[in-house]
């Protein structure tokens, strides 16, 4: 593997060599101390992070690297106009891996095809974030034991949760999960979500939290994104939609997990906190060991051949892409390519989205 930037770009047997490793180094951190002494980490965020950013230079730095960054876009050249493909060809100069974050979706993939070093997609829009999934999956096998055969309701903004949509490509490579998707309609996930990935499992669609509690082995909560919202009347009026409570867990199984990624605003009551099936906490602290295994994995595999998109099957787009937060908007002379997927649909190929189907 040369960069990450969706979860499906990590098979199988990797995942569980991750989490095993994120294991080890969690029985024995004092064995990794010093095995990424003399590399260097850079975090480009061009949009704000507590746990996402500090796990990872807490990481680098627990593997005896070090770290150089910025936390926000006003404090790089993205805010003099700078593109992001010329941001990591740049840094590729100054460190050994670099972790991205960008508000714009396909943003990883542009920055991945110009950097030396290996890129990890911190977060790219509303549209994937697979380190956070690596996440929740080394939650579900600390707190299950399993990546399959499980019920797994997923509550809040389906439409803008980035982390649910890798959560979801990732539980659909396995056997036997059911997914429960609770929202309300104006936040119900994307058509490319259910097309690609949960056409490959069973689903069903509800509006309450109420009817999917009793039934839910894992409860994934999510916040109403304020940030990705055009209309900000839509978000007040969505904002309140749900909220998980110590009275509504009494509905819940005695052994249902709660994960959430964090940060949480409203939409779990303070007093479920204490609920030892509250998983949310532990799961923060599991991203920090995920992305070791994750920065050791790269730079053991890193042969300093680019990360490159094979264009022989890909066309060109005459018009703009049809998502106004997709990359291709912003970066100077990037190619509109368009990709053709297993189902016939055309997607642009930077944010994925459905073109023609
Ligand atoms: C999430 C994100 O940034 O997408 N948080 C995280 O990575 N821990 C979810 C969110 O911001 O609500």
Redesign the pocket.
């Known amino acids: 593997m040369k960069s990450l930037i969706d979860i499906i770009d990590i098979s199988v047997e990797e995942i569980e060599e991750l989490c095993s490793t994120a294991c080890d180094i969690i029985a024995h951190p004092e064995k990794y101390r010093e095995a990424c002494k003399y590399k260097t980490l850079a975090t480009l965020f061009f949009e704000p ?1 507590t ?2 950013r500090l796990s990872f230079e807490s990481a680098m730095l627990g593997l005896g690297g070090s770290v150089l960054g910025f936390s926000e876009a006003s404090s790089s050249s993205a805010s003099k106009g700078e593109s992001v493909a010329d941001t990591t060809k740049i840094v590729s100069g100054y460190a050994d891996i670099i972790a991205m974050r960008h508000p714009r979706e396909g943003a990883a993939l542009v920055g991945a095809c110009s950097a030396l070093i290996p890129l990890i997609n911190a ?1 790219d829009g509303a549209h994937a ?1 697979p380190t ?1 999934t690596l996440t929740d999956l080394l939650t579900l096998y600390r707190e299950k034991g399993r990546f399959s055969g499980l019920t797994v309701a997923f509550c809040g903004d389906l439409k803008y ?3 649910v949509h890798s959560f979801i490509a990732a539980l659909s490579r396995y056997e036997n999960n059911h997914i429960i998707l609770v929202s309300p309609e104006e936040l119900a996930i994307p058509d490319y979500i259910k097309e690609e990935y949960l056409s490959r499992m069973s689903y069903e669609e509800v509006r309450d939290l109420e009817d999917a509690l009793p039934r839910a082995d894992v409860l994934y909560m ?2 109403i ?1 304020r940030e990705r919202f055009s209309d900000p009347e839509e978000y007040e009026r969505l904002k309140n939609s749900y909220c998980l409570t110590a009275e509504k867990m009494t509905r819940a199984k005695e052994t249902m997990s709660i994960l959430h ?3 949480r605003v409203n939409e779990i009551s303070v007093a479920v906190d204490d609920d030892p099936r509250a998983a949310y906490f532990r799961q923060a602290y599991n991203g920090k060991f995920i992305r070791m295994a994750l920065i050791l994995k790269l730079l053991r595999e890193n042969d300093g051949e680019r990360f490159a998109v094979d264009t022989t099957n890909l066309t060109i787009s005459e018009t703009p892409c049809p998502n106004s937060k997709c990359i291709s908007h912003n970066e100077q002379e990037l190619p509109r390519y368009l990709t053709r997927d297993s189902h016939g649909n055309v997607r642009c190929l930077w944010c994925e989205t459905i073109v023609t189907k």
Do not use: C
Request: aromatic fraction near 0%; proline fraction near 13%.
């Open positions: 992070s746990r996402t977060g974030h956070q949760g980035r982390t999510t916040r994104q990624p964090l940060p």
